[in-house]
DNA sequence: AAGTGGTCTAGACCACTAT
DNA sequence: TAGTGGTCTAGACCACTTT
């Protein structure tokens, strides 16, 4: 059911609150949203036009406009040029899941220990070099390292660099993707992109051994390539973790919102 | 190594096209994002002032603002009020990920099949009525579906809906959570907000026999609980995906680009 | 005190959709 | 043609950080 009436119900006594410090632009935004999860709007609903809300609100049209964004960058609206803004349901093609569960994990406790297990040179594979853009054969680094948290065994992470001579030390990059820093964003980097993925796997004898579980046991696999500044791949490796560990959750649709 | 000169080098003639259907504000983020690829801007340096930007591009304060929002919130840069705008490095704990593999999945395949296994109606045990918000013992609908792609099994489905004739017809719930339009968008909802969780499993032996998998197999788990207008909960259930037919990707940092 | 990012105004013009 | 969202201007004022 569509609503046609030119002026909705109950947009009733909210107001911006100027004195307040919260930004005009996210009152709004809070109020609609507000008006959505209290059922004033339904999913499908066309919303007031920009200058009504800008009428309405006692606002100009980039405030409005910049409540409006913000709530489709959210994916509770959407928008078309020329027809209006409308309500939208739950589509779960919308959600996005973030690594914050990683990141609290790693900055929050600060019992996290990295062991360093393993950390020689040795030939590239084809696979390591493939994915290293090296040739068969050329030097890298093996790194095997353990993180716990809490004493704890959490992530088993093993991890190629490309070895080079030429290159700044090499210390500091292991240094540089030892982690401390990468969750956090504490301290500099000389990395300037990564493309990460992730999979469910089981773990083998060693993985399960070296994380204190029982085989066969799911996990998260987290592969991982960085590129330095040049674009040219400096490190590959992956991430292993007991599901027990690590759960990735999100919402979508109208946000649940704390009645006022 | 940070830049303390006052004018960055190689702001040659880089301009903004007034006549391109492209928006002025893109064209400046995406001059800005040019610059951090090639290496203008290292990780860590000081990006131009706003006003510098506006001099220097010709364009308004408000157009390099939202140029400059739109790179922070793509988590290419920060900002710090009164100290000035960074480039940031790779920092995992900014990953995101969303549902784009399960969309195309659904979405460009026109070969999807949804196979109902089982729908009947039975009593809530415990951890149904807890996750529904019942009291155990009340009756619920029971769904087993298998999703193929292509006539091979690709998801199992296994889904509980609160059974109450004074609802709307059921018949219409269970359509309105059939997936059809879940992952698209396509089609009107009734639910107004659901909450997810991905975790790594492994496959159980009916799963394994129904997905035509080897036993033991990894898998991802997708858990999802849906609510209705009035915040009740109306829906639950998960998907189980054999990892070979699901990967998440993302990239973190400053993205590629293509050479111009 | 100077410089920075953050917010906001009160309009303008354009492209698109509907009637 | 009227109404909608999308973009943009040319400033203003504020809060914050640094010197």
């Given at each position: 059911?569509?609503?046609?009436?030119?002026?909705?119900?109950?947009?009733?006594?909210?107001r911006?609150?100027?004195?307040?410090?919260?930004?005009?632009?996210?009152?709004?935004?809070?109020?609609?949203?507000?008006?959505?999860?209290?059922?004033?709007?339904?999913?499908?609903?066309?919303?007031p036009?920009?200058?009504?809300?800008?009428?309405?609100?006692?606002?100009?049209?980039?405030?409005?406009?910049?409540?409006?964004?913000?709530?489709?960058?959210?994916?509770?609206?959407?928008?078309?040029?020329?027809?209006?803004?409308?309500?939208?349901?739950?589509?779960?093609?919308?959600?996005?899941?973030?690594?914050?569960?990683?990141?609290?994990?790693?900055?929050?406790?600060?019992?996290?220990?990295?062991?360093?297990?393993?950390?020689?040179?040795?030939?590239?594979?084809?696979?390591?070099?493939?994915?290293?853009?090296?040739?068969?054969g050329?030097?890298?680094?093996?790194?095997?390292?353990?993180?716990c948290?809490?004493?704890?065994?959490?992530?088993?992470?093993?991890?190629?660099?490309?070895?080079?001579?030429?290159?700044?030390?090499?210390?500091?990059?292991?240094?540089?993707?030892?982690?401390?820093?990468?969750?956090?964003?504490?301290?500099?980097?000389?990395?300037?992109?990564?493309?990460?993925?992730?999979?469910?796997?089981?773990?083998?004898?060693?993985?399960?051994?070296?994380?204190?579980?029982?085989?066969?046991?799911?996990?998260?696999?987290?592969?991982?390539?960085?590129?330095?500044?040049?674009?040219?791949?400096?490190?590959w490796?992956?991430?292993?973790?007991?599901?027990?560990?690590?759960?990735?959750?999100?919402?979508?649709?109208?946000?649940?919102?704390?009645?006022?």
């Amino acid at each position: 059911m569509t609503r046609k009436s030119k002026t909705p119900p109950a947009l009733r006594n909210d107001r911006i609150d100027r004195s307040s410090y919260e930004p005009a632009y996210a009152q709004l935004a809070n109020l609609l949203r507000h008006h959505m999860a209290t059922g004033v709007f339904h999913p499908g609903d066309q919303l007031p036009s920009e200058s009504q809300l800008v009428g309405r609100y006692g606002v100009s049209p980039m405030t409005v406009r910049r409540a409006i964004n913000l709530l489709a960058d959210q994916g509770v609206i959407s928008t078309a040029q020329g027809r209006g803004t409308f309500v939208r349901g739950v589509e779960l093609g919308a959600a996005t899941f973030g690594f914050k569960e990683l990141q609290n994990l790693f900055s929050n406790k600060e019992q996290t220990q990295v062991k360093l297990l393993e950390a020689r040179v040795r030939a590239a594979d084809d696979r390591t070099a493939r994915k290293l853009n090296l040739v068969s054969g050329q030097r890298v680094i093996y790194l095997r390292r353990l993180l716990c948290i809490d004493n704890q065994p959490a992530f088993y992470h093993r991890e190629y660099l490309v070895y080079d001579p030429a290159r700044p030390v090499v210390e500091s990059e292991m240094e540089v993707t030892s982690l401390q820093g990468l969750f956090s964003g504490v301290g500099e980097t000389v990395l300037k992109r990564g493309d990460l993925s992730v999979e469910a796997t089981i773990l083998n004898a060693e993985e399960a051994r070296l994380l204190g579980a029982t085989s066969p046991a799911a996990a998260f696999c987290i592969e991982h390539v960085f590129y330095d500044l040049k674009d040219a791949p400096i490190s590959w490796g992956w991430f292993v973790c007991h599901s027990s560990h690590l759960r990735f959750t999100t919402s979508v649709g109208v946000p649940r919102v704390q009645p006022t």
